[in-house]
């Protein structure tokens, strides 16, 4: 019979391990976050609800975001967001527990809002030495909520018209007393509803002091 061939080579190769266990494109360079104010980080949020109803489809659950990408979204904003500086690099494990999910449904939700170019983020790793040995290890992501303008599939509302100048039915504004008492007066009306119009409006002191003198004239000159 042939002799068998050793046994480690039925094992294959002996697996190698990378010097730094880090994901690619992990940088161990500071991340500038931006500032996000509350107010807008908030119309975010309601966008992202909007987003998904407007890609809701008949007969199903949700739309192109989905109830756990939301439930992501908002933790994100309202749990981790530092609205002052922008930081927000919570773990994996923190969002789960803040949105009471599981991590790999984290991870499914982050690739989701990824996807829909709602979420964005860089890998993030830290340099130390350890035992006099150079170390590369994995630190948690740095996320951005990106402007709603760059959401994929999602249709912006339209700009609030400002209100018009008047409709229909309004009543025009009154122009000031003494407009009302030259014209009052010009069409022939009596010295008392002259002064009667000019008293009208005590924050006025030309068209009060005007009154005043209307009303002694008429007092010396009863008619």
Same mark, same amino acid.
């Not at 002052?84 to 599981?102: T, W």
């Not at 003494?178 to 010295?191: K, N, S, W």
């Given at each position: 019979m042939p002799t068998s061939a050793p046994a480690l080579l039925s094992f294959g190769a002996p697996k190698t391990y990378a010097a730094w266990p880090v994901w690619a494109g992990s940088t161990p360079k500071p991340i500038r976050f931006q500032p996000l104010s509350k107010k807008a980080a908030t119309k975010l949020w309601h966008r992202a609800r909007d987003f998904d109803r407007q890609t809701r489809q008949p007969g199903r659950h949700g739309g192109a975001v989905g109830h756990a990408a939301l439930q992501v979204l908002h933790t994100l904003i309202f749990d981790f967001l530092n609205f002052?500086?922008?930081?927000?690099?919570?773990?994996? @494990?923190?969002? @789960?527990?803040? @949105?009471?999910?599981?991590e790999r449904t984290v991870r499914n939700a982050l690739n989701r809002l990824r996807d829909l170019g709602v979420l964005n983020w860089v890998r993030r790793c830290t340099e130390s030495w350890q035992d006099g040995r150079f170390r590369l290890e994995q630190d948690t992501n740095a996320y951005a909520v990106l402007p709603s303008s760059q959401w994929r599939g999602y249709r912006e509302p339209p700009e609030v018209p400002p209100p018009p100048a008047g409709t229909w039915g309004d009543h025009p504004a009154l122009p000031d007393v003494? /407009?009302?008492?030259?014209?009052?007066?010009? @069409?022939?009306? /009596?010295?008392r509803s002259v002064i009667g119009i000019l008293?009208?409006?005590p924050s006025d002191a030309l068209a009060a002091a005007l009154a005043r003198l209307g009303a002694a004239i008429e007092s010396r000159n009863p008619r």
């Open positions: 002052r500086s922008g930081r927000l690099d919570p773990s994996h @494990a923190a969002i @789960a527990r803040k @949105a009471n999910v599981c003494l /407009t009302q008492a030259a014209v009052e007066r010009h @069409a022939g009306g /009596t010295l008293g009208g409006d």
